[in-house]
T-cell receptor
Framework: NAGVTQTPKFQVLKTGQSMTLQCAQD?????MYWYRQDPGMGLRLIYY???????DKGEVPNGYNVSRLNKREFSLRLESAAPSQTSVYFC?????????FGPGTRLTVT | GESVGLHLPTLSVQEGDNSIINCAYS??????FIWYKQESGKGPQFIID?????DKRQGQRVTVLLNKTVKHLSLQIAATQPGDSAVYFC???????????FGSGTQLTVLP
């Protein structure tokens, strides 16, 4: 089992460009999450999906959209990237309480 | 002028000593607490958890203590090893919200 995988690992965007971060899990978990992590701070929840077909906003959803494509995949889209979205993005999944995290995507917006 | 960035609280311990990492949480309604370890360039990794109806839980070389009166959580690592060097986060969750709220983390450095 690969666990939680994320692509790409690194990305540089110019202000105003769009991109989609991909996340997949092979643990048959119902719930999936997207977080961002800024220097010196903990993880902040952007969006989550409690089950296939549902998505809900977290603490910092502005500027992002998500799609729960199927049970395995949960993508995060930046429609018009801004320098404030420079961060490391982590996807996670869970069956109950313990969350399993992917390796992260380091995004820089110039 | 010079910009000042955010800095994580840090803890340095000698290899072989015990480490204690502390966390204050804010939500008295939280039902569940977790400690995560994050090594440089990696995602957080689960260490140990505790329910709000407990005050102590032990794992392999780690112990979590919960004091609900003062809303304080601690992680004790016995016989700290170089591989324990990482950032440690506490997180809390309520059964109703089912979302984790993370603390800002503590950087643990193990000295040889």
């Amino acid at each position: 089992n690969a666990g939680v995988t994320q692509t790409p690992k690194f990305q540089v965007l110019k202000t105003g460009q769009s991109m989609t971060l991909q996340c997949a899990q092979d643990m048959n978990h119902n719930s999936m999450y997207w977080y961002r992590q800024d220097p010196g701070m903990g993880l902040r929840l952007i969006y989550y999906s409690a089950s296939e077909g549902t998505t809900d906003k977290g603490e910092v959803p502005n500027g992002y959209n998500v799609s729960r494509l199927n049970k395995r995949e949960f993508s995060l889209r930046l429609e018009s990237a801004a320098p404030s979205q420079t961060s490391v993005y982590f996807c996670a999944s869970t069956a109950a309480y313990e969350q399993y995290f992917g390796p992260g995507t380091r995004l820089t917006v110039t | 002028g010079e910009s000042v960035g955010l800095h994580l609280p840090t803890l340095s311990v000698q290899e072989g000593d015990n480490s204690i990492i502390n966390c204050a949480y804010s939500n008295s309604a939280s039902d569940y607490f977790i400690w995560y370890k994050q090594e440089s360039g990696k995602g957080p990794q689960f260490i140990i958890d505790i329910r709000s109806n407990m005050d102590k839980r032990q794992g392999q070389r780690v112990t979590v203590l919960l004091n609900k009166t003062v809303k304080h959580l601690s992680l004790q690592i016995a016989a700290t090893q170089p591989g324990d060097s990482a950032v440690y986060f506490c997180a809390e969750m309520s059964d109703s919200a089912r979302q984790l709220t993370f603390g800002s983390g503590t950087q643990l450095t193990v000295l040889p």
